[in-house]
């Protein structure tokens, strides 16, 4: 089984969701060899700390026109790094670049392809991968039957790996043409903030019980407090107490942390369809009828206004 993994870059480090990538093949592999390949500028010694997370060698495409992202590019290098390599499987992780990508791997490779996978696949019978279904509210079991096989894993569908040794690093040239690059990024608006909100491993989020966006900073106290990102109900955007880009829900920023904590939210259903892939969901809310009490794996009832500052007090305090 050779594996190749795809592994995103921002600002010139590897996301950790590539990491889990790159951890989830090696162990698929079984003690098997693992190929890690990078598009766009990347230092060596990035690259060689893809070791850590279970890479045996990574294939770096040099080439300062793959820093933009473009689709249509990323895809033909990768399907060149693949033939090249004798790849049977490629792993990357689940994103919006990812999703686009794989999509169009799939079509130049006639490749099996396997979206949201949330588990090693067994082999004991064929290949059935386990996927997350329903924004992360079933699960399906899928046989990919094609002789190349692509997997887009899910976020925290590992635990990282960080024990390997350095990775060895080897130049790779895909043949990219001009047509590859036809179409321009002209210019990008990112979401500000220490932590953002689809690479956090725990959210804070706040909801219309707040009363007002001037009572935010007990929000941004508890996220300091735990290393979180923050994020807010559509309402709450929508009245333009918090940015957009902390919408969290089914028409915002879908999440899958390791920790969600809800203030103030009373639980709609397009909001619990985008965090209920989270591991655990804390909700503080004075009513104790409201929805998202249902969802949660830990509930405190009480005032969000005396519950909180405490709550970021001993956190602060067991530090």
């Known amino acids: 089984m050779s594996i190749l993994v795809f592994v995103e870059g921002d600002q010139g480090a590897v996301k950790k969701t590539s990491q889990e990538a790159v951890t989830y093949a090696k162990e698929m592999a079984e003690g098997?060899?693992?190929?890690?390949?990078?598009?766009?500028?990347?230092?060596?010694?990035?690259?060689?700390?893809?070791?850590?997370?279970?890479?045996?060698?990574?294939?770096?495409?040099?080439?300062?026109?793959?820093?933009?992202?473009?689709?249509?590019?990323?895809?033909?290098?990768?399907?060149?790094?693949?033939?090249?390599?004798?790849?049977?499987?490629?792993?990357?992780?689940?994103?919006?670049?990812?999703?686009?990508?794989?999509?169009?791997?799939?079509?130049?490779?006639?490749?099996?392809?396997?979206?949201?996978?949330?588990?090693?696949?067994?082999?004991?019978?064929?290949?059935?991968?386990?996927?997350?279904?329903?924004?992360?509210?079933?699960?399906?079991?899928?046989?990919?039957?094609?002789?190349?096989?692509?997997?887009?894993?899910?976020?925290?569908?590992?635990?990282?790996?960080?024990?390997?040794?350095?990775?060895?690093?080897?130049?790779?040239?895909p043949e990219l043409k001009d047509s590859h690059f036809s179409v321009k990024i002209t210019s990008t608006e990112k979401a500000t903030g220490d932590i953002l909100l689809p690479d956090a491993d725990i959210v804070v989020s706040g909801g219309r019980g707040l009363k007002g966006p001037e009572h935010w900073g007990m929000i941004e106290d508890l996220a300091k407090a735990l290393g979180a990102a923050t994020g807010c109900s559509k309402p709450v955007s929508d009245m333009e107490w918090r940015p957009h880009h902390e919408h969290v829900g089914q028409t915002g920023v879908k999440v899958s942390p390791t920790l969600y904590v809800a203030i103030g939210i009373s639980g709609a259903i397009q909001h619990l369809a985008g965090v209920n892939s989270s591991k655990v969901i804390v909700v503080i809310n004075k009513d104790p009828e409201a929805p998202f009490?249902?969802?949660?794996?830990?509930?405190?009832?009480?005032?969000?206004?005396?519950?909180?500052?405490?709550?970021?007090?001993?956190?602060?305090a067991s530090k």
Not at 92 to 101: M, P, Q, R, T
Not at 300 to 315: H, M, N, R, S, W
């Open 32 to 173: 098997g060899s693992v190929t890690a390949l990078a598009l766009g500028s990347f230092d060596s010694s990035t690259l060689e700390g893809l070791g850590r997370n279970g890479a045996d060698k990574v294939l770096h495409v040099s080439d300062e026109r793959l820093d933009q992202g473009i689709i249509q590019a990323y895809s033909s290098a990768i399907s060149q790094a693949i033939t090249a390599e004798g790849a049977d499987i490629l792993v990357l992780a689940k994103s919006s670049l990812g999703d686009a990508i794989s999509a169009r791997v799939a079509v130049k490779l006639q490749a099996s392809l396997a979206s949201n996978v949330v588990a090693l696949p067994d082999t004991s019978n064929g290949f059935k991968v386990k996927r997350g279904i329903y924004t992360g509210k079933a699960f399906a079991n899928v046989n990919l039957s094609s002789e190349k096989k692509i997997l887009a894993i899910k976020k925290n569908a590992v635990t990282l790996r960080t024990d390997g040794p350095a990775a060895s690093v080897a130049p790779f040239n």
């Open 293 to 316: 009490f249902k969802a949660a794996d830990y509930g405190i009832v009480g005032d969000a206004f005396e519950v909180v500052p405490k709550l970021t007090e001993a956190v602060n």
